[in-house]
């Protein structure tokens, strides 16, 4: 199952953005969708989720006030709003779906996830 994430781009200190992922493949009712970004030299991080059905979300501490994960279950598309960005967020994007539900399971770790988008760069210039 291939992810696609888009909505990346370059963007000032302070600017917004809205990443967007989606799939043709399978729906996502029932499985969280996540959000993780990968800075140059840095490890994939979590950045935030959602529990599709239930619409529970979750982020990182780098991020919450700032960003909202939303998702439109008609066009089966997740949505990750950033605001208020600053260089830091400069990295590349990735969305993530598991196979399950993730019950009882964290869903920030990256383990957990078996589908992933291509990524899409965001860079926020100072």
């Known amino acids: 199952v291939q992810l696609q994430a888009s909505g990346g781009g370059l963007v000032q200190t302070g600017g917004s953005l809205r990443l967007s992922c989606t799939t043709s493949?399978?729906?996502?009712?029932?499985?969280?969708v996540g959000w993780f970004r990968q800075a140059p030299g840095k490890g994939r991080e979590f950045v935030a989720a959602?529990?599709?059905?239930?619409?529970?979300?979750f982020y990182a501490d780098a991020v919450k006030g700032r960003f909202t994960i939303s998702r439109d279950s008609a066009l089966n598309t997740a949505y990750l709003q950033m605001n208020s960005l600053n260089p830091d967020d400069t990295a590349v994007y990735y969305c993530?779906?598991?196979?399950?539900?993730?019950?009882?399971?964290?869903?920030?770790?990256?383990?957990?996830?078996?589908?992933w988008g291509q990524g899409t760069q965001v860079t926020v210039s100072s």
């Open positions: 959602i529990r599709w059905r239930e619409r529970i979300t």
């Open positions: 493949e399978r729906t996502f009712s029932g499985s969280p």
């Open positions: 993530a779906a598991p196979r399950g539900r993730l019950i009882n399971t964290s869903v920030s770790g990256p383990q957990y996830y078996n589908y």
